[in-house]
């Protein structure tokens, strides 16, 4: 029962870090929490799943060059262990971001979605993905958030 507590409490603070490395604008530390195998998939606008750590930090470069001020904000965090060294997450997001052109904010409200593993390191990001429920602001392709029939 400690393991298991202390084991959310190093992933929440993983998924944190995720956010306050891209307000800091520091790829290489966001790339950091990936597995050295992971895959990520933040939609089609950034090019569909990419694979690898190096890719992650090459993409998330590129991506905060388009910023000149981001913010996110994560809250809802809920955590499953199908084993011992292997977690699910999901995650509500809101993330706030200031164009480099001057063009209007945009503003994104949606979820991660984890697998995660732990490593000789602590625990590391294995999967994600990102699914949109709206967004303001910007023209970005992201794959919805899956919502039972109603």
């Not at 050295?36 to 950034?46: K, L, Q």
């Not at 955590?79 to 995650?91: K, L, T, Y």
């Amino acid at each position: 029962m400690l393991r298991e507590l202390v084991d959310r409490r190093d992933i929440a603070d993983l998924l944190h870090a995720y956010c306050t490395f891209l307000d800091t604008n520091r790829p290489a530390r966001v790339a950091g929490l990936f597995a050295e195998d992971c895959v990520a998939d933040y939609g089609p606008s950034f090019g569909g799943p990419i694979r690898g750590r190096e890719r992650i930090e090459r993409g998330c470069a590129r991506t905060l060059a388009m910023w000149s001020a981001t913010s996110h904000h994560l809250s809802n965090i809920r955590i499953e262990f199908p084993e011992r060294d292997r977690a699910e997450a999901s995650s509500y997001l809101y993330a706030w971001h200031r164009p480099v052109d001057g063009g209007p904010d945009f503003h994104l409200w949606a979820r991660y979605y984890d697998r995660l593993r732990r490593t000789p390191d602590g625990w590391r990001l294995a999967e994600r993905r990102l699914r949109v429920a709206g967004q303001s602001g910007g023209e970005f392709d992201f794959a919805p958030i899956e919502r039972a029939p109603g």
